[in-house]
């Protein structure tokens, strides 16, 4: 809310905001939105000086008109998309993991959610229920505003492994506490990677189908429309020491690429991803290792 005030433009005299104020005209959007003639009538104000001086403070104050375009442009502009480590995955992915958006990674226990030596290039915090877990992302928020805002900053992931475990004991039955917790875990992950521009990044286990067909994403319908982007991980059979079994990737939803679009991939005897490709940011992307 811009005042009005003695010189905020020119023509804006002291006799002109008095009598402005004497109309309870305080500020620059209650003069834009007056009705000029009747103001004119009202003050000691002629229409000419209120047309000119309303005027001015348009080309001051007015945001410059912006299309659709503009902004998906600027939004692109200010996105870093971060490599998995692997070219089979970034090419699923659309090219990597984008900041402001939520990944997660869904399968079970082997299935290449996790891998260890990423945890070499990233702080970890361990908790092990949703109101630490709460806490630990608030602290976070905190410490990581003046840094994530700046240009050179290297804070570009949140990884939370796994999100199932802090919520699945809290939900089922009659359990109201359980499904608000998760609405406010859900709330202040996708507000992290909106606002700190981070890609915010969680694991979560499988549940059999009742249904039959195989097994689906824990948690629920309610969380399923939480993630922008869903991966399923899935272990294939085969593999021996020296040739481990293959890994599938499957896109389950993505508003850029096509669901059930499906690539394999491999991850060594050591925990890390062959086809390794070189990235400046590549922070969390290694993502992959049995749980």
Known sequence: MVLLREGICPGATAQLIQALRDQNILTVVQLASADIEDLAQKSSISYKTLVAVRRVLFVQYSPFPSTGTDFYEELLASTAILSTGNQSLDTLLDS???????????????????????????????????????????????????????????????????????????????????????????????????????????????????????????????????????????RGTGGDGLQPAKRTATILKSSRQPTRRSTEFDITSCGTLTNRTTSSQHSAGDLDNTD
């Open 96 to 234: 990597g993991l984008y900041t402001g958006e939520l990944i997660e990674f869904v399968g079970a226990p082997g299935s290449g959610k996790t891998q260890s030596k990423a945890l070499q290039r990233i702080e970890v915090a361990r908790v092990f229920e949703v109101y630490h877990l709460l806490d630990a992302l608030q602290d976070l928020r905190t410490s990581f505003t003046g840094q994530v805002t700046s240009a050179c900053s290297s804070v570009k992931a949140v990884v939370i492994d796994s999100v199932s475990a802090v919520l699945s004991s809290l939900l089922g039955g009659h359990q109201l506490e359980g499904m608000s917790l998760m609405m406010q875990l859900a709330r202040e992950l996708k507000m992290m990677a909106r606002e700190l521009n981070v890609a915010v990044i969680v694991t979560n286990s499988v549940v059999q189908d009742p249904g039959g067909r195989g097994v689906k994403p824990a948690l629920g319908r309610s969380w399923s429309y939480v993630p922008n982007v869903r991966v399923l991980l899935q």
